[in-house]
């Protein structure tokens, strides 16, 4: 499982890796629930240890996949005890479900929080690749052609353990690993996604699964990998016990014979590695010369030896180390440092050419190169490494809005539109973009900075601070009314989003003008979850933090609680009074307090279980 390509090919996103990691783990938790159902506590702790990985779709994939081997294991023949121990696993089995849930309400209040914020609220459409190219994955490792690509989708990487596997149906296969066969090959068609009929079958139903709910299924290949290690597993310890002799061991050798010779002529790659084939061969070749002398004790120790000399042999390269030095901070961060103060601008990645080149893999020889191109385009990704304040960030559910934003963002930036001081690069402080070409961004100035052959700097010398105060207000109703009127902009003005019984505009005063850095104020504190200001100004005004808004946010004016308004889309604002006001915005989040009371609550009750059952069963 270690050792798959897909395994070793996510170590790029590591977030969904972390993730997967508890994939095998929890299969082992779980056969160990089938045979004591009344121990669901550590069913749910490791469901609950997923979600807190950081990446749901794998907590998605566990309970659907212990659902369909619960479900094939029920239906066996060998359980026949009666309908309550069917009750009786359903019952424990929906309490787990409810314990991982509570356990893990911290995050997963907050996620569903985000999630009704995020872009795809609405549903999203999947994403998809060629069924060969999965399939061919089962086989081979990936490896580049000539024009640069790899033909597969790193799968198992490895028609040994793929052989394998395949031949476990020789062996008279106990429920458990029929349920796991069955979950396996329903997963693999999860993972390929919309080009596999059976995955449209139930992503078209309404009863789906929630497969709905998501953007890409790779990551349900995981529970298929998972699978297809148990099978081959159990194949090494059992197939040298076979009598080949038999009719039944006979055909289904024969059969199997023909089922390979098929796939292998129908998913064969051009410029595979030969090794594939000789060291699966080898494996069958023992296979029968273990039998054959009596010796079939030593097959397990065959079968290994040949694993690992595919593995390195053949994936070890699929591995890169690079040291700490690809990391260090590129001088083109110090320069924009040096020419404005950290705080007071942000930067916008353009620069597309270097984000393609991030996500190249091994065993491209060039992937060192590609990642050094992609930091000195200041990926999203960055920002955090060096403290760069950028407009982006490498979010999986960036708010809608966002989304909206960063398409007409890209359309003023390539189109040069608008009035200097008022347009929504602007607005937003965004002082520099990083692009592929100058003419990417015609109306802001070259930066002679320091970068990749393939990455342009360009600078917005209108962008205006982090911090901004504002006497020129326009209220609209929805985002999509504020997006509007930000684009068709021609002075500088402060688009608040609120209910006209909520705020109603203040009346400008004609004598007065917007005078930037004109009003005094000080940070007290300054962080990302909080921030305090004292601020002096000779009228009623609105305070703009250019800090996107999302539920949580509260603020006092003078020690009193007032309003929260979502500005410019991706900003917040605060309605001052004329004179002294000490302003504190703070996030204080009602759906993470929530769940953080009732992932308290289930973890008392999950204990006093745990210890309950482990002192009652002395």
Not at 357 to 372: D, G, I, Q, S, T
Request: hydrophobic share 50%.
């Amino acid at each position: 499982v270690s050792f798959s390509t897909w395994w070793i090919g996510m170590q790029t996103n590591l977030t969904p890796a972390g993730s997967a990691m508890m994939v095998p783990w929890a299969l082992w938790v779980f056969e160990r629930w089938l045979d004591r159902p009344e121990r669901f506590i550590s069913l749910a702790v490791v469901v609950a240890l997923t979600l807190f990985a950081g990446y749901p779709q794998v907590a998605h994939g566990m309970v659907v996949y212990f659902a369909i081997v619960l479900l094939v294991f029920l239906m066996g023949r060998q359980f026949r005890a009666g309908e309550k121990n069917y009750l009786r696993y359903v019952a424990y089995g929906s309490l787990a479900l409810i314990f991982a849930l509570g356990l893990s309400a911290v995050q997963a209040l907050p996620l569903y929080e985000l999630v009704e914020q995020s872009h795809r609220s609405d549903g999203v459409n999947a994403m998809w690749a060629p069924f060969r190219k999965y399939f061919a994955g089962m086989f081979y490792i990936p490896f580049s052609t000539e024009s640069g690509r790899t033909p597969v989708f790193g799968l198992i990487g490895s028609i040994l353990v793929f052989t394998l596997a395949c031949s476990s149906v020789l062996c008279r296969l106990p429920i458990r690993l029929v349920a796991h066969l069955v979950a396996g090959f329903v997963f693999f068609h999860f993972g390929v996604g919309t080009a596999s009929p059976l995955f449209q079958l139930f992503y078209n139903l309404d009863f789906n699964f929630g497969l709905g709910n998501f953007r890409v299924f790779s990551i349900y290949f995981a529970f298929m990998i998972a699978a297809a290690g148990l099978l081959a597993g159990y194949a090494v310890d059992r197939l040298p016990g076979l009598n080949f002799g038999t009719m039944p061991v006979r055909v289904g050798i024969s059969g199997l014979v023909v089922l390979w010779a098929w796939l292998f002529h129908k998913y064969a790659i051009a410029g595979a590695p030969t090794l594939h084939y000789v060291l699966a061969i080898l494996t069958l070749v023992s296979l029968f010369a273990v039998v054959r002398f009596g010796k079939p004790h030593i097959f397990g120790l065959c079968a290994v030896t040949l694993l690992v000399f595919e593995i390195v042999s053949l994936k070890t390269n699929l591995v890169a180390f690079y040291p700490n030095s690809i990391l260090r901070q590129p001088p083109v961060v110090a320069q924009l440092d040096q020419s404005v103060p950290g705080e007071a601008y942000r930067v916008y990645h353009m620069a597309n050419a270097s984000k393609r080149k991030a996500h190249k893999r091994p065993p491209n020889p060039l992937v060192e190169e590609f990642a050094r191109s992609a930091i000195t385009g200041l990926l999203p990704m960055t920002n955090v490494v060096w403290g760069i304040p950028s407009l982006q960030g490498a979010l999986a559910l960036p708010q809608a809005r966002t989304y909206r934003v960063n398409l007409a963002l890209r359309r003023e930036i390539r189109q040069g539109a608008g009035v200097p001081g008022s347009r929504l690069i602007d607005l937003l402080g965004v002082r520099y973009v990083s692009v592929d070409d100058i003419a990417d961004a015609p109306a802001l100035e070259p930066v002679p900075a320091e970068t990749a052959s393939d990455v342009r700097i360009v600078e917005n010398v209108h962008a205006l601070p982090s911090l901004q105060f504002h006497e020129d207000i326009v209220v609209v109703h929805s985002e999509e009314e504020a997006l509007e009127t930000l684009s068709s902009l021609n002075r500088r003005a402060l688009v608040i989003v609120a209910d006209d019984k909520v705020l109603t505009p203040p009346v400008r005063d004609p004598g007065h003008q917007d005078k930037p850095g004109g009003y005094n104020y000080t940070f007290e504190i300054n962080t990302p979850t909080h921030y305090r200001i004292k601020t002096n100004v000779d009228r009623r005004v609105f305070l703009y933090l250019a800090d996107n808004n999302y539920p949580g946010w509260k603020a006092k004016l003078n020690g009193g609680e007032v309003p929260v308004y979502t500005a410019q889309l991706l900003g917040k604002a605060i309605q001052l009074h004329e004179g002294t006001n000490e302003v504190e915005i703070y996030f204080d989040s009602f759906s993470y307090t929530l769940g953080r009371s009732v992932s308290l609550v289930f973890a008392i009750l999950a204990f006093a279980i745990a210890v309950y059952g482990r002192f009652a069963n002395r």
